[in-house]
């Protein structure tokens, strides 16, 4: 076994690769889309037997302020971290992503990683988690399988004139609903040019799915079809009209489309164990995967990320002018340390 980086990875292996292991975070793709969105530089890691790779490990580097930055797997995603078939592959991954990490002169590397195994029913653990549901082979079945409080507010969501539009221009307008929502949780918004890049490199696997309600656009959600699954990215809306249900008719027609299109899962995203996105993705029968943000040091040490977005800085991003968040968003976005970021729909 030897790693591998850069020009000696075969796409087509890699890619071949991560479509066995499931993990759509690897997929070479994201790398244009972090090429293009902020020209962040790429170190692509693999571990190859013979012809066939049996790890990978992408990373990207993120420029610091008055530090020296860091190697990531992968910034501004759930997760990413480490696909291995053993855990001494996952080692030697590890400790090549320390050399590059040196020779980049990078002060350490971050890892964001998710369980392989759902969390018992028992589980009391903190932090970040994210929310998978298996999906039936047909709408009626989901629909039949959904708790009744669930039903009900999918009906509410009717009953108060709740239209559900699918369409890849509506890319704007989940825009703009996008940034008034990560100002209100104190994040710096993405760029435009991120969910461009987004769109360009996964094509017709995009959707975007915008909730109106007499004509208004009052929540919405982007959803990218890969493997067998179907990933809710990023979600957006309004406070004042959450009283309409639009989240449950958005993640409805979300599902049916999955369903629709052959997918076995669905991928709700990141949620902070035990708080009201959490609960509202498990009462669509999800369960979670921990997520696990640690740092590695050049020094050997290893540390677990806290939790984030109870801060000073977090505080202080919501009380900005959303025309001054908008503009200094996509600025320091790359300058902020992984796990600041929104919450989901």
Request: aromatic share 12%.
């Amino acid at each position: 076994m030897r790693i591998i980086a850069g020009k000696d990875i075969q796409s087509s292996h890699w890619q071949r690769f991560v479509r066995r292991q499931e993990c759509f975070t690897h997929d070479l793709r994201w790398r244009e889309v972090y090429q293009r969105a902020y020209g962040l530089r790429p170190y692509y890691l693999a571990a190859q037997d013979g012809p066939e790779l049996v790890g990978t490990l992408p990373l990207v580097r993120l420029p610091g302020i008055c530090t020296q930055g860091q190697l990531v797997s992968l910034p501004f995603l759930n997760h990413a971290g480490v696909a291995a078939v053993s855990p001494e592959i996952s080692t030697a991954l590890e400790q090549a992503a320390l050399r590059a990490a040196a020779r980049a002169k990078a002060g350490s590397v971050v890892l964001r990683s998710r369980g392989s195994q759902p969390d018992e029913p028992e589980a009391t653990g903190h932090g970040y988690c994210q929310l998978i549901r298996t999906l039936p082979r047909d709408e009626q079945s989901l629909w039949a399988d959904l708790r009744s409080e669930k039903r009900t507010r999918i009906r509410k969501s009717w009953r108060c004139g709740v239209e559900i539009k699918r369409d890849r221009a509506l890319l704007p307008v989940f825009f703009k609903m996008y940034q008034a929502v990560m100002r209100g949780f104190g994040s710096p918004p993405h760029s435009a040019r991120w969910f461009q890049a987004i769109m360009r490199a996964f094509a017709q696997d995009v959707e975007i799915l915008v909730a109106y309600r007499q004509g208004i656009p009052i929540a919405s959600l982007l959803i990218i079809m890969w493997g067998d699954s179907c990933h809710g990215m990023w979600g957006a809306g309004p406070i004042a009209y959450r009283k309409y249900s639009p989240s449950d008719g958005l993640y409805w027609e979300a599902m049916r489309l999955a369903i629709e299109q052959g997918k076995a899962k669905f991928n709700f995203g990141r949620s902070i164990r035990g708080g009201g996105s959490y609960y509202f993705k498990k009462r669509y029968g999800a369960v979670p995967y921990q997520l696990r943000y640690e740092r590695l040091g050049l020094d050997g040490s290893r540390e677990l990320l806290p939790q984030q977005g109870a801060g000073t800085a977090f505080r202080l991003w919501r009380k900005l002018p959303l025309t001054l968040s908008n503009t200094l968003g996509p600025k320091v976005r790359c300058y902020v340390l992984p796990g600041f970021g929104a919450r989901s729909l």
